[in-house]
């Protein structure tokens, strides 16, 4: 069964901590995105990248960095932990062409203290 | 500017009753794809169905349509026959062909009562 699998399910950081936040996919998939989502807003766009080692600054990407290593992994950092950064972060990814879709994780709930 | 409009924070449903979910777009890409999730409570985002901007026949999948006016920018979700477990949160997503990612609408909660 193919997936995204988000490291950690709830977190709690206290306030000026660096906090990563893991995803691996399996589907081989070429982009990787990053959302945070919180309610009212439906999720925005923080960083993807589409391709290993390149990465694209989404809509909200302040105060936050993302790396991509290897093509099945990609981490959210966040520098400073913030209490403005407790939410709901989703991974997802997908292949190239649009008709095919996006794959998404679990989500990681966060909470900064 | 936001690219995709719901304008339905909350909606109730009767079980077997049919609902509408509306979600217009922004776009000037003629190439595109929309995309309906439903989000449950436990917060895993499952997709449900997909239309291409070139598609001449709206999508179906089971008891989703949708029901998709190019013309009108607006793709809106059908769920015929509503059941207990619809209840959710659902968005309504756009992808251009010039881009990479999905933008989102801010989400319909959807309750379907007994």
């Known amino acids: 069964d193919v997936k995204v699998t988000q490291s950690s399910r709830y977190l709690v950081k206290r306030t000026g901590e660096k906090v990563f936040l893991e995803c691996v996919q399996d589907?081989?998939?070429?982009?990787m995105f990053w959302y945070r989502q919180d309610p009212g807003l439906g999720l925005r766009l923080i960083y993807f990248s589409y391709d290993v080692k390149m990465k694209e600054k989404g809509d909200i990407p302040e105060g936050y960095s993302v790396s991509r290593e290897k093509k099945e992994r990609f981490s959210l950092i966040l520098e400073s932990a913030s209490t403005n950064q407790t939410s709901m972060y989703l991974c997802?990814?997908?292949?190239?062409?649009?008709?095919?879709?996006?794959?998404f994780g679990s989500g990681t709930r966060l909470t900064v203290v | 500017a936001q690219k995709i409009t719901q304008t339905q924070p909350g909606m109730f449903v009767q079980e077997k009753e049919a609902v509408t979910l509306d979600c217009t777009y922004d776009?000037?890409?003629?190439?595109?794809?929309l995309f309906w999730y439903k989000q449950p409570s436990s917060g895993e985002m499952i997709f449900l169905i997909y239309q291409g901007s070139y598609d001449q026949q709206n999508a179906t999948e089971g008891r989703y349509s949708l029901n998709f006016q190019k013309a009108r920018k607006s793709a809106n979700l059908v769920i015929s026959a509503s059941q207990l477990g619809d209840s959710a949160m659902y968005f309504c997503?756009?992808?251009?062909?010039?881009?990479?990612?999905?933008?989102f609408g801010k989400g319909t909660s959807l309750l379907v009562t007994p």
């Open positions: 776009t000037s890409d003629p190439s595109y794809g």
């Open positions: 997802a990814s997908s292949l190239g062409p649009i008709a095919y879709g996006y794959t």
């Open positions: 589907m081989d998939h070429e982009n």
């Open positions: 997503a756009m992808r251009e062909e010039s881009g990479y990612a999905l933008n």
